[in-house]
């Protein structure tokens, strides 16, 4: 019940601890980038929105961790847009820098 959308929170909204409706920051839950499971570095990615202003500021919540210290960056909703092009282009130039070293 409590992914149920109202007016104050978006569908993804967790509304739990990681919903402080005081401060008006929603987060959703956060999804595992990890392929293997054994980085030494861990990844995860989650939406995030601030209710202030006219235009409500969201983007993409990114946290990295290593062992027990972990950090989050709330990503605007334009940089979060512009980093899928750009590292989709970055990512292209090294697969064929080790498709050449092959």
Do not use: Y
């Not at 750009?86 to 092959?102: F, H, I, N, V, W």
Request: glycine content about 10%.
């Amino acid at each position: 019940m409590r992914n149920l959308p109202n007016f104050a929170h978006s569908s993804w909204c967790l509304r739990g601890p990681d919903c402080v409706v005081s401060s008006g920051l929603h987060l959703s839950g956060l999804v595992d980038a990890a392929v293997r499971g054994d980085e030494v570095i861990k990844v995860r990615l989650g939406l995030w929105r601030m209710d202030v202003g006219p235009t409500p500021p969201s983007g993409l919540l990114l946290e990295l961790s290593a062992g027990a210290d972990v950090e989050r960056w709330p990503i605007d909703l334009a940089q979060s847009r512009s980093l899928v092009d750009l590292s989709g282009r970055l990512l292209a130039g090294l697969d064929s820098e080790a498709t050449r070293a092959a």
